[in-house]
């Protein structure tokens, strides 16, 4: 995929796509197909997989590669298919980098590694990323979750990382309007700054910290995502806030149950969900029915 | 004041005045008098005296009383006064809030204590505030600011308090989307929300977390927040975002400073600054110089 | 006192002394002279009163001078009387230490100011400790208590006020060896260091991080803290451990009810207690019937 | 191994063996087998592999059950090998532990997660290792390092594990005594504690709080945390004390290096080192010299 067409991609609405499982915990590669497939006509920018949402510290090595391969075949090449690629050594993310860029993944998206939390000064972010881009085939996304991992990518590493040719952008699922208008600020107008959280999606938009989102709940709630997102770029900041209301309610919902909530709710839409793997927990029968009453609320 | 009258001054913009002093450190009262005149026609709809930027915390009782009368004395009494009353015990708080009261404060802006953290529980809070707003001849607005204290007030104290008839809102200045919906979310819909934060402002109003705000960079640019507000009122998101960045730069050259950096920008504006009490310190002469360029820089 | 004098009494055992009070929360005065009678022979190297045990920042300024001149005329002027007088700003800490001062104070021990936090930098902290050190006619002992007030004094602004001549050591109630260890390095053998942490008291002890121990529940046990720390000096490792044993039993039945099981506690020892000040809190009855065991079980 | 010798063995100093590796980066398994072979006969009782200080999250699978190997074969089967096998997944966790055991390992060390940190509740805890001490042929140890990984491994959680045939003690290197001891506290008294801390080492042992240590820095002074170990446990305190602070002295030196550090530590002593792996870093020269010139000191 040209860098433009990238670039343009990234200014949308993403899911990081859940990763399915049958109900004794396999992967469902015939479910994660059937989710692409249903999501295709729906105005999202691009796909990702095996983000967090996608549970890819959870899978195995072989387990990833299929989802990749399956996600490549059902993602027409001119859409934007992103891996999540990042490992606690740069060694092993390289690896894992350039088999998906051979499986035909458009761009990665390098979470920080989350061990030895005090040897992740600048410098070694600094010098993992710039490790992982250079030997990257492909463009690479930064991506920093403090909510799931306890680390926080410094907006200095951030702003020296965005000078690399090979990195475009960052998801910053922190939720934080400070650390996303610092990164802006720090950054070129081209380096892309998606954020990653749903309650501050439409906030971002309006005052102008993200291009982008990459969501989890954009699995089960796809539609509203991209209208609130059509809606805010045309200036409709009213027709804009009722969308974000209703995406907010369901948000409310799941967000007790993180991935678990987010793969049940799927299921509730029809589209393939499953268990997520242990330690992570799906919801009880409670939860399962306050999800899916939440879902039919928003789809009707 | 009355309640109608009340809750529709806090849906706009209002500014956590700074406390002028002299070049020696002593209160100013004239400085104070003045920068409230100053403000008078720019559109503000309340102003905050003795909170976190007016050094509530480093002044004497004598120096706060001054405070109020000189405010209470340039502020028309059909404009919103909000005093800040919080201390360490419920039982000196409820002294100086009767005491404001008395001077013809409109309302009280309790901020939560800060010592003793671990007993600050949910309970605790809800002890606190219903004893405060019970003795209060003033309606009362919670005020949490973790950036400064390192406490936050929970959404659930926050929730029950909201019922009490004489607790009238919030300044919440946590900066984080997250927390404001969820105080949204859990208050009635005549539940004041104030945003405390300058980034998460023009976010804030767009999504909807926030009626309005109390800044400190009000101080500085009431203009701009006023005109900032308005524009996203009106549904003009472009112009809103033009003002929100204009904002964003001054706040990234104050911010590195604190409290003595507003008072630098104040005294830039021509208006009545002055150092900072010891622990704050007022920025070098580097630092002045900088936030006389940007200052300059935003009135042309 | 002599300084010699003192830096022996800072080598031992001290209570962080409760403030009583009547059954409708007045200070009791005459409580605290009774406290301080009852612990005159049990061999405790000197009180504290006026430290976060005492309620500091819940007392008026009239009531903290009242205890002050109690504390002192009960305390013989060749015992070591310890005054907390930290304010939130300088300027106030100034005042109050002279204050003390002249009522015959010993040593001021003087809490970290724990608003403005961001303000709190290495430079704030040594500007604002010097100031008071210079204008202070007692020496002065910095306070680092963190569980409390969020805020820990760095290891560096230590290091650097230890070399004032009027700085005689710090009070640390981290409760974490790491921290009271780079104390250790990094100031002067003279420099006396005191673990306000009941948890870790025989460890620092006996692993050579402090020279003595000033402790909430020395209020309370005071014979067996002045065992444990004798035993510990003389090579009793065993003696020790059983006596700090006790003392952990006690302190978990306490720890859930802060300053008020800490007086419920004393008054069970039939010694002066009370309800502490809102927004603090009294146990509840079964909370009071947990303390009044476990105290007569020790006391056994 | 039998359980009691298991436990016997737990009483005494472990290294947390580094994973020594060619200066291009490759894992030198005859370096790691020369260290075992070095340390046989100073006393320590026995060895863990693949623990965070061993770069278990940096190492590939291959690489993993190559270090297993080498260590069953270095050390003496009626001695302790204990192996790190905690992975981000329950599921890679137990197959793991599985390998481990066939190749010989006598105990499993299980790392928190620390990925998805919001669904780490003790339920999930409790689940994850009660999965995994369920599927283990061999005995397991908890393992909460905070400082690495952000992640405390919750006391209500230790205390029900506790009660688990298969679960035998825990490694905590918090560092924290209100932490260990509330394990101890929640816990019966055959549930071995072991302090992952030289800091909280010397304190831990004298005040009860852990029944063992299994330190890094027992790679770089093995004999001097063996000659301190003995002699605090033979009621030598003034003897512990004073190889402790040599311990210290060490420590602080390394402690800036991480385990880059501890590697040219070992290097130092004429043992195998190496460069850790990216994104950890090894010391520049400057750092080298001064871990050389500590080590010397120490070793003379």
């Known amino acids: 995929m040209e860098r433009e067409h990238l670039l343009t991609a990234l200014h949308g609405v993403i899911p990081a796509a859940v990763t399915p499982t049958t109900p004794d915990g396999e992967v469902d590669t015939e479910g994660l197909a059937a989710n692409l497939r249903a999501w295709r006509t729906l105005g999202l920018s691009g796909y990702l997989v095996l983000g967090s949402t996608g549970e890819m510290p959870l899978l195995s090595e072989f387990e990833r590669m299929m989802a990749v391969e399956v996600a490549r075949r059902e993602i027409p090449t001119d859409q934007l298919l992103i891996v999540g690629t990042g490992q606690q ?23 920080t590694p989350n061990y030895y939390v005090p040897a992740l000064t600048v410098e070694a972010f600094v010098r993992h990323y710039t490790a992982v881009a250079d030997a990257s085939p492909i463009p690479v996304l930064l991506y920093s979750v403090p909510p799931l991992t306890g ?46 959280s749903a309650v501050y999606s439409l906030g971002a938009l309006a005052d102008g910290a ?51 909530g987010i ?38």
């Open 89 to 111: 050594s740069t060694r092993a993310t390289i690896e894992f980098t350039r088999q998906v860029a051979e499986s035909g993944a458009d761009a990665a998206l390098v979470v």
């Open 151 to 196: 680390v926080t990518l410094p907006v200095e590493a951030i702003a020296r990382l965005a000078e690399h040719p090979n990195i475009v952008g960052i998801k910053d699922s922190s939720g934080q309007p400070r650390h996303l208008h610092a990164i802006r600020q720090h950054t070129p107008p081209s380096f892309a700054v998606l954020s990653g």
């Open 210 to 260: 993200a291009d982008g989102l990459i969501l989890a709940i954009a699995n089960v709630a796809p539609e509203v995502c991209v209208a609130m997102y059509r809606a805010v770029r045309e200036g409709d900041l009213e027709g804009a806030r009722v969308l974000y209301r209703r995406l907010l309610t369901l948000n409310e919902v799941l967000s007790a149950h993180g991935i678990g």
């Open 263 to 300: 793969k049940a709710a799927v299921a509730a839409r029809g589209w393939a969900g499953g268990p997520p793997r242990s330690p992570l927990a799906a919801p009880d029968e409670e939860g399962v029915e306050r999800i899916r009453a939440a879902v039919h609320k928003l789809v009707l």
